[in-house]
C-alpha cells in the first residue's frame, strides 16, 4: 500500500514543478517579450532563428498594447544599478535617465522632383565652366579594391597623431565598438585620462552590437545620435566580437558567414562604417580582435581581422592596430594569465575574462599602457594677457608707481631691489 502512495506523491511533485516552470514562462513571456522578439533577432540565421522569430514577434505584438514593455525597462534598469549584471556598459546605461517614448512621426510625403529644363541643365555658378553632362552620368571608375590580406600583421605601431587645429588645446577622443570596448578597454581609457585637462573622452559603445546586424542595432542610424554635436579629432575603434555570422543583405538575400558574397558584404559595411567615422574625426585608430580562447571562434576572428584590416589600411587617415602581440602569447595566440606590466617582477593576472573572449582590467591595461603614452600632453594654452616687456619690470618708477610682477600691483617702494 505504501507504493501506490509514493508514486502518487513523486506524480504530484512532478506537476508542481512542472506547473512552477509553466507559470515561469508564462511570467518571462510576459514582461519580456520585448526581450524574446531581440534576442530571437539576433540569432544566427539558421533553423532555431527561422522558428524564434515569428513566434516571438507575434507574441510581442500582442502584448505590447498592454503596456509592459516600458515596465521591462525600469525594471532592467533597477537591477542594472544593483550591478546584477557584469556588463559594465548596460550599469553605465542604467544611471542614465530612461528614454521618453515617443510616438514616432508619420513619414513626410514624398515630392516629385521636378522635371530638368535647359535653363536648369545650362545654370552653373558664376565664373565656374560647365560641366559636361556625360562626365556627370559617366563618372571616371573607382579603383578596384584591394585583395584581402592572407596574412595578419603581427607587429603593428600606433601611427603619429594628426595636429590639433589652431587655436585647440584639447583632444577629444570617441571610444567606439561593441563589448570589446565596453568591458575592460573604456573602464581603463577613462580612468587614466580623468584628470587630464588636455583629454576628453566621449563614450559611444554598445554592447551586443556590431555591423552584420543592423537590423538588431544600426551603427550607421545610432553612431550620430550617440556623439551628438561633438567633434572628435580621434576615434579609437573596437568592433567586431558579434559579428562572424550569417545575416540577411538589404535585398533580403541569406548570406552564409565566410561565403565570397558575406566576405564582399561585411566588406562593405566595414567601408561604410569607416567613412562615417572619418567624417566626424581627423583620424581613426581601429583596433583589432584579440586572439580567442575558441579555437573556432578564434579562426573567424582572424578571418575577420584580416577584413578590417584590408579596409583600413586603404584610408590614410585611419590605422589598424593588432593588440595580439600585448595580449597573447608571443606567437600572438590565446593565453588567460600572464604579468600585469612589463615591469620586471610584475604579478601574474587574469588577463581575459571566463568567457575567454573579453578583456580584464589588467589585460585591457596592456593596451592603455601604449595608448596613452601615445596620446601625449598636449602644451598648455597660451596666457590670456600679454607678457610684460622685461624693460617694464627693470624699470624704476617714480615715488608711488607701481609695476605688475605676477599680476599683482606692487608699490615702487616695496619692490625687491
Known amino acids: 500500500m505504501e507504493f501506490p502512495r509514493h508514486i502518487k506523491g513523486l506524480i504530484s511533485n512532478r506537476r508542481e514543478v512542472m506547473a512552477g516552470l509553466a507559470g515561469f514562462l508564462l511570467t518571462i513571456a510576459l514582461l519580456d517579450s520585448g526581450g524574446l522578439a531581440q534576442w530571437a533577432r539576433q540569432l544566427e540565421i539558421g533553423p532555431l532563428r527561422r522558428l524564434a522569430v515569428p513566434i516571438t514577434a507575434a507574441l510581442n505584438q500582442t502584448l505590447h498594447p498592454l503596456g509592459i514593455d516600458p515596465l521591462r525597462h525600469v525594471l532592467l534598469a533597477d537591477l542594472a544599478r544593483l550591478h546584477w549584471t557584469r556588463d559594465r556598459a548596460a550599469q553605465q546605461a542604467a544611471s542614465q535617465p530612461a528614454p521618453q517614448l515617443v510616438p514616432p512621426k508619420a513619414p513626410p510625403r514624398p515630392m516629385t522632383p521636378p522635371r530638368p529644363n535647359a535653363a536648369m541643365i545650362s545654370a552653373t555658378a558664376p565664373g565656374k565652366p560647365t560641366k559636361p553632362i556625360a562626365a556627370i552620368a559617366n563618372p571616371s571608375p573607382a579603383p578596384p579594391p584591394l585583395p584581402i590580406l592572407t596574412k595578419l600583421p603581427l607587429?603593428?605601431?600606433?601611427?603619429?597623431?594628426?595636429?590639433?587645429?589652431?587655436?585647440?588645446?584639447?583632444?577629444?577622443?570617441?571610444?567606439?565598438?561593441?563589448?570589446?570596448?565596453?568591458?575592460?578597454?573604456?573602464?581603463?581609457?577613462?580612468?587614466?585620462?580623468?584628470?587630464?585637462?588636455?583629454?576628453?573622452?566621449?563614450?559611444?559603445?554598445?554592447?551586443?552590437?556590431?555591423?552584420?546586424?543592423?537590423?538588431?542595432?544600426?551603427?550607421?542610424?545610432?553612431?550620430?545620435?550617440?556623439?551628438?554635436?561633438?567633434?572628435?579629432?580621434?576615434?579609437?575603434?573596437?568592433?567586431?566580437?558579434?559579428?562572424?555570422?550569417?545575416?540577411?543583405?538589404?535585398?533580403?538575400?541569406?548570406?552564409?558567414?565566410?561565403?565570397?558574397?558575406?566576405?564582399?558584404?561585411?566588406?562593405?559595411?566595414?567601408?561604410?562604417?569607416?567613412?562615417?567615422?572619418?567624417?566626424?574625426?581627423?583620424?581613426?585608430?581601429?583596433?583589432?580582435?584579440?586572439?580567442?580562447?575558441?579555437?573556432?571562434?578564434?579562426?573567424?576572428?582572424?578571418?575577420?581581422?584580416?577584413?578590417?584590416?584590408?579596409?583600413?589600411?586603404?584610408?590614410?587617415h585611419a590605422a589598424w592596430w593588432n593588440p595580439a602581440l600585448l595580449i597573447g602569447t608571443q606567437s600572438g595566440q590565446f593565453r588567460a594569465l600572464g604579468p600585469a606590466?612589463?615591469?620586471?617582477?610584475?604579478?601574474?593576472?587574469?588577463?581575459?575574462?571566463?568567457?575567454?573572449?573579453?578583456?580584464?582590467?589588467?589585460?585591457?591595461?596592456?593596451?592603455?599602457?601604449?595608448?596613452?603614452?601615445?596620446?601625449?600632453?598636449?602644451?598648455?594654452?597660451?596666457?590670456?594677457?600679454?607678457?610684460?616687456?622685461?624693460?617694464?619690470?627693470?624699470?624704476?618708477?617714480?615715488?608711488?608707481?607701481?609695476?605688475?610682477?605676477?599680476?599683482?600691483?606692487?608699490?615702487?617702494?616695496?619692490?625687491?631691489?
Request: hydrophobic share 40%.
Open 155 to 316: 607587429h603593428t605601431r600606433l601611427p603619429a597623431l594628426a595636429p590639433l587645429p589652431p587655436g585647440v588645446h584639447r583632444r577629444t577622443i570617441a571610444l567606439v565598438g561593441d563589448s570589446m570596448m565596453a568591458v575592460g578597454l573604456s573602464d581603463m581609457v577613462l580612468r587614466q585620462t580623468t584628470n587630464d585637462p588636455a583629454l576628453r573622452v566621449i563614450r559611444a559603445f554598445r554592447s551586443g552590437t556590431g555591423l552584420a546586424r543592423p537590423d538588431v542595432f544600426n551603427w550607421m542610424t545610432e553612431y550620430p545620435a550617440m556623439i551628438g554635436k561633438n567633434h572628435p579629432n580621434l576615434i579609437i575603434v573596437a568592433i567586431g566580437a558579434n559579428d562572424a555570422q550569417g545575416y540577411v543583405d538589404h535585398t533580403g538575400k541569406v548570406l552564409a558567414y565566410g561565403t565570397p558574397a558575406w566576405i564582399a558584404s561585411y566588406r562593405a559595411r566595414v567601408t561604410k562604417f569607416l567613412a562615417l567615422l572619418q567624417a566626424s574625426s581627423q583620424q581613426v585608430l581601429w583596433i583589432g580582435m584579440p586572439p580567442m580562447q575558441q579555437p573556432g571562434y578564434a579562426a573567424r576572428m582572424r578571418a575577420l581581422n584580416r577584413i578590417t584590416a584590408t579596409v583600413v589600411a586603404a584610408d590614410p
Open 341 to 417: 606590466s612589463r615591469d620586471k617582477g610584475a604579478p601574474i593576472v587574469h588577463l581575459r575574462q571566463p568567457d575567454g573572449i573579453h578583456l580584464t582590467d589588467d589585460g585591457a591595461g596592456l593596451l592603455t599602457a601604449r595608448i596613452i603614452p601615445w596620446l601625449a600632453p598636449l602644451p598648455l594654452p597660451p596666457p590670456r594677457e600679454p607678457p610684460i616687456p622685461i624693460e617694464q619690470l627693470t624699470q624704476r618708477g617714480t615715488q608711488g608707481s607701481s609695476t605688475r610682477i605676477g599680476g599683482n600691483a606692487v608699490p615702487s617702494a616695496q619692490r625687491p631691489k
